[in-house]
């Protein structure tokens, strides 16, 4: 992320909004070991696969 320009402050951001746009609770730790964006979509994918099993 950081060879990207993100620090955590703009991932913050990012997680907040995505989680207001698609009402979903990202997983916290999931998101502490998400170390590249392909982790941390990998992680807002599934959080949204669960959210629409229910």
């Given at each position: 992320f950081l060879a990207l320009g993100y620090d955590?402050?703009?991932l913050l951001q990012t997680?907040?909004?995505i989680e207001r746009d698609y009402d979903v609770t990202?997983?916290?730790e999931?998101?502490?070991?998400a170390e590249t964006p392909r982790d941390y979509?990998?992680?807002i994918n599934r959080?949204?696969?669960?959210?629409?099993?229910?």
């Open positions: 955590s402050l703009a997680t907040g909004r990202l997983d916290e999931g998101l502490d070991e979509l990998a992680l959080a949204l696969s669960a959210r629409t099993a229910v």
